[in-house]
């Protein structure tokens, strides 16, 4: 009886934890990633770039436009997830096998603000508003 | 006691960690920036006190001095089983707007470099 209860977690370690060895998990993010409720406070028509700045800081750039300027704020989160299965071989392989799953996702996003020559917020838009990207290491 | 018994379970399986940093761009002190008054500091002034901008736009017939720098802290965690790592960017950036009488006419400035600490964990914000 005891047998069983030994190794069956022996077993499960044998296999599990050798499959965990080759898994990295990573993350860039470039900036504070803005939020609809971060921007949320931004009345067009009626508030101007120094509040925008007071809560938000400088932005990243500033365009001239024909009717005012272009702010823009960026920033990145991007995430990448690996596992190598083929760590599950290597006790019973004479080489080192691979076999890898991998996948990485980016949150590329802009919020851009449209100011007329009074620096009053006239227009307002994520440019690519996307969700965030997972951890899940499986490609297909 | 699941904290602590996790927390020396990572320290057992602990087999590396690596800290690096990068910078782009020289700093950009408060002081120089708390300097540039708006409506009586001039062009001139600006150059002075902080170089040439690393870019140089025409905003409506006016001047923008922008002047950047980037911070990237990166921290690594190598466990036996597994890594974590996370890489950190953040800018400092500074938009001086200067009329056609060559006097500033806005400073938009934030530091948020101030706050980019090293970290490992790639979870959560």
Redesign the interface.
Known sequence: MWHKIVSLPLLFTAMVLPSLSGCNVARLTINTPLTADAVGFITEGKTTLADVVEKLGAPDSITDTEVGALVTYRFLNAKYSRVNFGWLAKPWSPVDPDLVFSRSGMGTDAFELLCDTNWVVTHQAFVRHRPEPPFTPYPF | MRRAGLLLMMLLMLNACAFSRGTLGDEIKTDTVNSIKKGTTTRAEVLAHLGAPDRL????GRD?F?YYRYDAKVGSLLL????????????D???VIINREGIVE?V???K?TENLEFRFW??GD
Request: overall charge positive; aromatic content about 10%; proline content about 4%.
């Open positions: 736009l025409q905003l409506n923008l922008q036996i089983l597994v890594n974590f790592s996370r890489v950190s960017v953040k800018s950036d500074l938009f806005e938009i400035a934030s948020r790639p979870f």
